[in-house]
Each structure stands twice: as structure tokens, then as C-alpha cells.
């Protein structure tokens, strides 16, 4: 039975959430409580629906039943206004996603201006100063087609990070990467988790999961088939397809 | 790349702002709307032609009349025959004037003013043919104009018919040899044959055909302006102006080189016997010592020059008619003719006596003698003796009469002697002139009213004469004995192919300003191009992005359904019906701005393919960037305008460009709603000149640079965009 009532403590409560393609049901019923500042690391076999977990949560998919509670709102219900709920969440995709026809600036700095958040040189200032933390205030004024892979992942966090947001969701951030430009990439996630942001991270990296992560959630069948502390779910794993899985990964 | 982006939109609002006032200012209507819109088929002459970019011609002229007498301001606009009704039906116009014959059935549509022309039927065929009855005629290819009384007539002759919708056509079929003849108002006949006097003629055969009368066409419910008009006319008949006007087309022999009766000031016309070394026609042009020397003069005047076949006989009565006309190739006598006047051209001779070979006449007394009328042979003769002094009006009927040996010797002016031996080699013998060299005193008769031409004339003749030019012809023309062959000093006949061409491309864009034509049109053509191409540029990108964002979130189901309809309706039909369905139907009550009018048809046209291209751009930027850009807490609308369609429109650009100078090409078609564009501007030349290829030549020629032009700018821009962002 679901919680109705909402608890201030967490941040994000999702409730009976169902997805299907067509006959695919691809997830059957995830519930999950995510508190302020917490860590959340989920990991599954390919195409258990872990994208469209975290799709689902930025409202890029229509999910098929369930409700995602945000501040006490329901996020799902037709009536509230998604836009905004959207803005209050940020996403960093596998495939960095920046806009090539801009400069890195101009990427990080157009929705909070076009939002009405923040003046054009307050937005500027920002950006330089998010730009100068991750070491790339020099690429400001260049396109995105210049920068490396790992630049261009720091680039599309800290664009995510511009909107000020109170929950991070990554999509295996790092799979697109070449191997050597993987290591920038999660320490500046990392950085974030340390600095207090609550996020749901997408990895294929188990180490990095156990590293940064409050808890682990491991996702098969449509359900979230198991879900604890990474100490406990890589150390004293219970399901049977999560042996499996880490057996095969790790 | 947002630089470029801005550079492109910059480019695109400032030619907007060129071309939408450009738009505005191309029909003289003014603010108060009372200038009065007449249609015309520019094709017709003596009642409907240009002359250079001007309107000129009977109908045009009766109106100018009409219009001073009312005081209303009047505009002529060129528009095909068979469209004028419609046009005045639907009152995209005023008024139709274009030689309409008053029949029962027209007049169930509109309303005719009283008649103004009477005309019957003929035949127009190529010279020299045996066409002696209908019978000569029936079953052959025979072209006309639609909707015409010749085509009607036509029909019930032949089951051949060839219609076309101007009259250039129908000559060119002719003269081609495609069509054997064509039934025609007679009037406009005679000026086709005016045009081609040696490869045309009229045959008068047609006895069955009955009288018919122009008027001009008013909407029936245009009444106020059709009285207006109407009373008008009939005042103008009363008084005589009409008939004025008529008599001064009939004096040109409706030639369509007569500029209109109400701009002759400009002109000089010259009446021309065409019959010795002064006036003659050498392969089909005037030439002579008279028509180089007013040539001359008419240049030095800043005059245009007109020659008008005419008898020496008939040269008082219509010099008194109508004083600006000049009489050519005189004979200065000591007896003015009552009315007239002479100028002399300082040109003298003397008198010659001419036998048959081997013969010669020393002594006249006795003689029966020959002379040429109003020569001055006739007063040398006066005294000599003469059994008998007999007058030709042709000196080819004197030198018959001389070798058949009725007559023992003409005496004539000593170049009219040397012009017979050498078009008569071997038959005929000179004597020595019988007279001093300054005897014959030449010159030109003018109307005794026309003192101040007289004057112009005369020191123009004056300057002309100082500079040695009237040497320089006098010493041309004596060069070949003045046997009449040769063309004017002015004119060489164009040897070899590229001559030819020249000298048709000079009477095809420069004598007649047909380059003025051709460049109305192609200011018509860009006008219509870039207005069409910022209406497509909005209507396709407006109707991508609701159809793109109805395809994403599935909001706008209406717009949505609107926008393929659109797509559907104008991707699946000619571009030329939709031009005529706004044209006619929807914006029927438009006014009389046609080129809008086009440039709205040709932006819709173009505005579906535009929203295709856009799709396409649009489907062609990765799903990942509407996703980032949402995620960012943009809405759908937003991410589309700043994020997907800059990036879209930049993978676009090159098939956007391909779609400009599709549109570009379109426009061709704008003719057919009165528009004067390129593609018309090559149609009029051909109506005045009958010459379809150079026209045509070199408005492909215009297009193809217009269009290699823009190719090179995409290529330039294509080269720009493919560097990276
Ligand atoms: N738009 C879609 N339409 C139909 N089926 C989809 C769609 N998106 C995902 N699926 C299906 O849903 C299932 C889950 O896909 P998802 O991308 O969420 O898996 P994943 O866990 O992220 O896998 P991976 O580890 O490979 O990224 C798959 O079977 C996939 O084929
Ligand atoms: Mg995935």
C-alpha cells in the first residue's frame, strides 16, 4: 500500500509508477522515496527500463499510471504545470545533448534567461563562475563541436546545474565516453554529491556507485528488485538476477 | 552560427522593406481611387497597340478624348483579349477598350457604350495567293484570335482552327507558314499588313460577313461611370473629335507605327511617293535622298520620323488636313499650291531628255513628249514647240509609253534620267542636261499653317546641310546611279546571321524602348519573387513548426489539420489555377493591386513547400536537442524557436535557396492576371514586332543569370555552413 499522505521529509515520492510500450510493459510498479541530499545509484541489465525510469521523472515519456510527487505535488497530474516542474529538475543525458549552434555560454545561459530567472548578465556571471569551476571558462565563447567528450559532459552538467535545480538526474553520463576522459566526468559528479545536491544517477560504473551513492537500487522484471546501501547490495546481494547481474559486471 | 542566423533574417526583413513599398507604388491609383482602370489587348492595332511603352491606337485615343472631356484621369493596363471581359465583370477594372464588337451575347454580361468604328471581316494571308472566293479558304488551317468575330467566322469555314490569344501569335502562324490564312477585323488587317507589307495582304472575300461595331464594355453595374462615358462619346462624335481621330489612323494607313493622335508633336511625317530616288522602299524600307536627308534633320530636331506612303496627287489635301505633315520629294514650283507652302532642301537639278537606245531627240519642237507630274518639265516645256506634252504620274508608265514608241522622249530630272537607264540597262539613252544644274529646285511642302515646323525645319536643315551631311547622301546615292536598290544611307540591310541579328535585337529592345518593357517586367518579376518568397519564408516556417509541435505533444489537432489541408490543397495543384482561383475568386474584390495579388498567390504556393523543407529540417535535427531543451524547463514552442529550427533552418538554407529560384521561375505565369512581368514584357515586344525568338532569348537569358546568380549564393553559403559551428 502507498503512502498518501506526504512526508516533508523526502524530496520526491514516486508511487506506483507504471510504464508500457504498446503490450511492453516495461515497468510494472516502482515506488521510491528519495530524501533532500540523498544519493541514488540504479543500476539493471540493458532494457529494464532504467532510461525510462529517469525519463519518466523529467516527464519526457508519458508514464501509464502512478504519481510523482514533488514538493507535494503530483508532477503526472494533467493539471500541474510540467514546465515548471521540469525546471526545478536537471538532466545530464548519455549523449551530452548541447545545443551545437551556441556557444558553451550561450547553452548554459539561455534557459535562465529565456525562463525569466535571471538577468542576461547575471546569467553571464554564472556561467563563468560554474565555467570556471569545472575549468573550462576558456571554451566559454567556443561551439560545442570543439570541446571534447568529457568537456562536453561538464559543459551539459553545469547547464543543468545553471537552473539552480533541487534534483539531478544523470543517464549513464559517462557510457559515451572514450575510457580516459571518463575519470573528469564522475569526479565532477562526485563533487555534487559531496556539495549536498540529491540525485538519481543511471551507471554501468559499479565502483563509482558504491563510491557516491546513499543507496542502490537494482531494477529487473518492472520492479525494483532490490534496493539498500551499496555496502550491503554489492557486498550481501539477495536477489538471484542481482548475483547474477554482478557476477557478469563486476 | 547566431550571427549568420541574424545576418540571414536581417537580409530577409530588409528586402521585405524594399520590396513591400516597391509593391505599393506600381499602379498609379490614386489615394482617391478616381483614376479610371482600362484593359486593353496591346496586340491590335490601329485600335490597341504600344508604340514604344506607350498606348496608342484608336480606342486608346477616343478615350484620351473622352477622359479631357470628363476630367477624369484615365490608366491604361495590357491584359489578353479573352481576359478583359471577365476582368471588367469582376470589376478588376474599370473599363474594357479592345476593338469589342457589340453582340447580343456580350451584352448579357456588360454594357456597351454607342458604337465608335465600324469594320467588317476579311482575310489575311500571305501576298500573292489566289484567293478569289470563301471557297479559296474553306477547310484550311486557319488561325485567329479567341474569342474574336473572325474565330466565330472562322469556325464555320473550317474544322482547322488554330486560337490563340494575341494577335502576334496569329501573325507569326502565318508568317510561318503553320496557318494559311486568318479571318480578322479589316482595320486591324491593314496594319498587320502595314507591318509586312511584302509578306502580307489582305483578300476581301468574305462577302457573307456582316457589319459589326466596336464599343467599350462597362460592368453592369457600373452605370454612373458607363452614362458618364457614354455621354461623353456621343458628344465626341457629334463634335467631330472622333472623326478626327479615326481620319488621323486612316491617314497612317493604320500603320502600327503611328504614335498616338494626341502625341504627334514629337514626330515628324513624312508623306512619301515612293516612286524615285528621293522616296523609295529598298527591301522593305524607306529610303532615298528625302527620307536620309529628313532623317537627318528629324535626328538633329530630337523628332521621331514617320513615313507615310502616299500619292504626290493626294499630297495637298491631306498636307492642308493636317498641318504637321511634310510632303516629300517636291518639286518647288512657282505657283504654291493654295494652302501650302515649300522648304527648300537647297538640293537642284537639272532637266534631262531620255530616248530609246540608239535614238536622240535634239530638237523638241514636233516632238510628243513625255514629262512626270508636278516635275518641272511640264514649265520647261512651254514654248519648245511640242506636238504633244502628255503628264505620268508613274515614270515607269512614261519610259512603257517610250519604248513602245507612243512617245519620242522624256525630259525629266537628270537623276530621275539616270535612276530609269539604270533600272532600264541598255533601253535607254541621255542626253546631255538641256537645262543649268540649278534648274529643278527640290525641297518639301509644308501646310501654310505650320509656320513654326517650317521654321524648326529649315535651321535643322540648315545644320544638317553645314556638317556635309547632305553631301555625304547626295554622293551615296550617286554612287550606284540611283537605281533604287540600295538602302538607306542610315540603314545598311544586315548581311550574314549575326547582322541580322543585330538589327533585330536593335528593333526588338532599342527603337521601339522595348528594353523599357523588359525592364518593367524583370523590376515585376523581382518584385513578385521577394515578396513571395517572405510570405512562403513565414507561412511554411509557421505551418512546420504547428505541425512539428502537434506531431510532439499532439496540442494544435485544428492548426494542425488546417496547415495539411494547406499542404495538400497547394502541393497537388498548378500553380497557374491557384494564381487564377485568388485572382478571380478570392480576392475578387482586391482592388486593382495585381502584383500583390500575384505576389500573395506565389507566397502561398511556396509557403507549403517551404513548411515540407522545414519538416524535413526539423525532423533532421536529433530528438536529443527538443529533449535538452525541455528538460531545461523550456516550453515546446520555445524549444522549437530557439533551439530546433535555428538548427533546422541552418541544415535547410540550401534547399530553401532551390525553392527561391523554383519560385523564381513561377512567376512566369503571372501574365495571365495582367501583370507585366518578364515573361509578358517578351510577349508585348512580340506584339509590336512580330518576333518571337530574340524576346524570348533574351528574357531566358535574364532568367537563367538571375538564377545562376542566386545558385552561386547558396553555393557560398552551402560552403560556409558546412564549416563547423
Ligand atoms: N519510445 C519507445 N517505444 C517503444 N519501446 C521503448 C521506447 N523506449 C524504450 N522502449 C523499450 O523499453 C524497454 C526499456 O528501455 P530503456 O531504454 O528504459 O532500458 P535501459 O534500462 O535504459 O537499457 P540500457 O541499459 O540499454 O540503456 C526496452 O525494451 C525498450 O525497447
Ligand atoms: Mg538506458
Redesign the interface.
Known sequence: MPTETNNPEYLIEIKNLKKSFGDNEVLKDINLNVRKGEVISVIGPSGCGKSTFIRLI?M?EKATGGAIVLDGENILDPKSDQ??A??????V?Q?F???????VK?NIT??PV??GLMSKEDADRKAMELLQRIGLADKADQ???RLSGGQQQRV?IV??LA?NPEIMLFDEPTSALDPEMVGEVLGLIKDLAESGMTMIIVTHEMGFARDVSDRVLFFNGGYIAEANTPEELFGNPQDARLKEFLSKVL | ??KK?LAVFMVAVFLLTIAVPLASNTEDTDAAGNTIIIESSPDFAPYDYYYGTEFAGIDMDILRAISNDIGKKIEFRPNDFGSILTSVTQHKCDMGASGFTITEERKESVLFTDDYALIRQVVVAKAGLDIKTIDDIRGKTIAAQNGTSGADYAEGVTSNLRLHSGYAQVVLDILNGVAFCEVVDDAVGMAQVSAYPDQLAIYDVLTDAEDEHYGFIFAKDNVALYNEFNESLKRLKADGTVGKIVQYYVDNNYSPNTPSYFNQVKTLFVLTPEDSPYTYKAQGRNAGIDVDILSAVAKEMDYRISFIPSKRVDFVDKITFTPSYIGADVTISSDVPEGTMFVPSGVTDSLTVVTRSGTSVDDLAGKNVAVLSFSAASEYMVGKGASEVREYVLATDAVTDLLNETRDCIVVDTTMAKSLSARYPGMLSMSEPVTADDYVKRGYMLSADAGDLADAVSAALTKVKDSGEVKNILDYYAGDSFDMTQSSYYYSEPNGFFEKLYDKFMKDFIDNDGYKHILTGLGNTVKITLIALCIGTVIGILAAAIMSIHAETGKLLIPHMICRFYVTIIRGTPVLVQLLIIYYVILVDFASNAILIAAIAFGLNSGAYVSEIVRSGINSV?K??M?????????TR?SMT??VI??AI?NILPALGNEGISLLKETSVAGYIAIVDLTKAADIIRMNTYDALLPLLVIAVIYLAMVLVLQFLIKKLERRLNS??
Not at chain 1, 521540469?86 to 538532466?91: D, H, K, L, T, V
Open positions: 523529467m519526457l514546465n515548471k521540469r525546471a526545478r529538475i536537471g538532466m543525458f549523449s545533448n548541447l545545443f551545437p549552434h551556441m556557444t550561450q539561455l534557459a529565456k525562463l561551439h560545442p563541436a551539459a547547464r543543468a537552473m | 552560427m547566431m542566423t536529433p536529443g536537442q529533449e535538452a531543451a525541455r528538460s531545461l524547463g523550456l516550453s520555445q530557439s533551439v535555428p538548427q541552418r563547423a559551428y
